[in-house]
């Protein structure tokens, strides 16, 4: 067995190294999570981690697109909805909050809210989530099988996903998920009686 | 005229203490917001604020407090709605928008998440949390004239209390006003429909 090509072992030391990085946001929060932590936790060397990523703001950046990504892969392997009402809308409201929250979120909330008092983290943060909250949408009309041309549906489904980042919120200190499956479920009866 | 009573002057300058923190943290964040950050704000003398709050978490708490009775008084102080119907709903939904979002949002934030990566923290923050979203939950019922031992108005309640959370959030690093008009709007439509 011959060892893998050098390009294809750095590719999986990339990929190490943002996972690593997004584990260390969640559990350990922003504040914790330097270069030589998260190097540390991954069991790759400081200087094999600055030469994928030279600066602690480019891991942050590269580890928020990579959870972005996971995100939208996590939307695109719902399977697809059958049927129509109710039960499709409410499959497709849980599987939005499924993919919204989680360890991504925590992730995320930790960069998002540094990036609330440090403008220049700010500056790069807006256009990757920006980008990251059109490709939820652009999902979301999909799953759910509806036109948003109509203003009023653009503006339910934008609720909705408002709604899951709350529901999100809500689980990052506590276990919420009794009382989000009620939320859950009395939107999604409102959702798919508007939509009819 | 005569210089105010000792216990009023240092009520005075507990008050203006907190209303510095909460300041401190939403505009220059967690890691930031020391006790020496704090107390140079202020214009107070580390000691003195030592007087008040012998460690910085006793000076985070006492803050996060303030912010929640803050953010009760603000609803309280909501102008009783007039009518019935979805203008009612219209309004309450957007007082309560504004009473969970703002500054006061953006300093618990900031709490929120360096508690979610560090359990002594989120020790203390949970009780406070749910004590605090126990009384914003009890307002929203009275404010919209339900009765909320139905299950159903119950979560829709919460459902309404879920998406003013997570539009608090989707304003943090951009101003998200207009948008936030359009979602408020498409809630409450379907949120009065179903009290109604």
New interface residues.
Partial sequence: MTSPPKQDRSRATRQRLLETTIHCL???????STVAFIAARSGISRGAVQHHFPTREALILAALEHMFSSRAALLDNLPEPTGTGPERVHAVVTGLVDAIGGELF?AA??V???????PDL?AV??PL?RHFARGVHTRAVRLLGVDDTD??V???I??T???????A??N???DDTR?RT??I???S???A??LS
């Fill in positions: 969640a559990t350990d929060g922003w504040e914790v925590q909330l930790q998002l809210t540094a990036a609330a008092a440090d700010r943060v807006v989530e203003p009023a653009r503006a339910l934008q609720a996903l408002d709604l899951a980042r709350g529901l919120l809500a990052i200190l506590t009382r009620h939320v479920q009395a939107w009866t409102q959702l009686a508007a």
